[in-house]
């Protein structure tokens, strides 16, 4: 998505390095995607710098990973500022190359603006006029009306998309046979915000009962779209529901589904949400999943969703996987938190997100993993290629599991994953086994069993809000026969209960670019930061966030 507020890309050589070499970025609201082709640097790292244009001190950014493959090395600076002008340097062999790039800006240029009637309509609505990089054009209901799209399931959707350059915003969709909005193939430029998606889908269920259907969604966007925001939506109650794992592999209604995605997409601030006779195949998710495009493929952002009552993933973030940032999502009620099979290019950055329960039907709460990999072969041009060679990055995540998730990561093949400063409680395996080179990098983590859910809730502190402090003090079980002295009585206690620092604080390593703020001694290990401010998720979580029109009159 190139739009007037990101059009300062830097694409031409600079002085500092040789004519064939390139560097250039593609961002978004807030993370910048980097690349710099050229052979490999002769220390191996490509460090990065950055600030804000005519800011006096430099940042220190997470260094650029290499691809050998394309003779490139990527890498992301994230948690940055919308409409903000960035000078970076790319930095190794002595030298550097300067880029300048600004941030998406969070002002849509204003076009064209149709007003959809208002009260309630039964036909689907053809969006078939677009707009232009200057100015986008609006589809919303008149000021002080609400626009309703209810079908009554006698059409398959409420909207289609046929257009580039569009903006939905504030509709309540109801009933859609199908999917709620389904964009075409190609359509390029598309915000969805503020809209309510209910009742789409048809009945689903699993695929060995006959049911061939499957992936009905509130956003359904075909191969090649791309550049397409999806915020502050309320997404719930689909018609059908997913079968859980006891019948198979879950098929079924999904809230947002990409297949073979353009990229450079940003889905946040979204609440997906249903019961779980009406549960999700996958919240976020779409496809080819062991590809080099995927879904959102590269250049993209998932950040700030509540996403609940999944069978299978609640975000399915799987095939290229190029520069593509997830954080900050509440992810509850599912079988996998986030699948990454396959990472193909990399890198994907997964951090500070809270992991809810994991369960694996309605009659086992035993739990999945928190984490899906794994990687397949693919021909391309007559070559036999890999689909597991790009970088994950897993930095600052808690996983809060009471009730289940077995293990952190699933039992495929994986390579090049690094994980650090994450609070991964679980009664399975922590890590899998390195299956030959390149090798994982699993470090500083806090991980193990437990007797109980109760053990690890004590590590926070209690709140109605989906937030989990740090708690000063934990309880742990000191095994053995302790002696203690009470009021002059000597006695002992087998295995007793104490109260003991908690472990996470003061307890990460400083990851350059995502912990810079952190406070204490050193970073705190999990999503949160004692001292900073509380990670906030789902609709109402969104800066300026207003009431929609839908409920409002």
Known sequence: MRLIAVSLLALAPVAAVAAEFKAWAVPTFESIGLYFDRPPAASGQMQVRYRQASAADWKQGYPLVYDARE???RGSLVQLQPNTIYEIKLEADGGSTDLHVRTRSESIPAGKTTLLPAGSTDKTVFIKEGGTESAWHLYAPPPGTKFVSDVFNQSDYNIVVEANYVVLRGLELRNAGIHSVLIKAGVQNVVIEDCHMIGWGRAGGARVWGVLTGSDSGVFAEKGAGGLVIQRNLIEYPRGGANDWESGHPSGPQGITLIDSAGNNVIRYNTIRSTDDHGFNDGIGGGSNYSF????????????????NCWDDAIESEGANRNVRIWSNYLHHTFVHVATAATAMGPLYIFRNVFGESRISHQDLSGGMMIKTGMNHVTINGERVSTGLGHRFIFHNTALQPQGGLDVFSNHELHNAMS?????HSRGRSYPPDRGEPRNDFKND???GYLGGGFVKSMFLPSQKPEWFLAGSVDKIQWGRVEYERGGKQFAITDPVVSVKNPAIDAGVV??????????SAPDIGAYETGRPALRFGRESAPGFARAPWELY
């Open 293 to 308: 495009q995927g879904s959102p493929n590269r250049d993209s952002d998932i950040h700030g969703n509540i996403v609940s």
């Open 446 to 448: 806090l991980t193990g």
């Open 420 to 424: 650090r400063n994450n609070i991964f």
């Open 511 to 520: 990851l350059p670019g995502f912990n810079d703020d952190y406070t204490g």
């Open 71 to 73: 003779k490139q090395y």
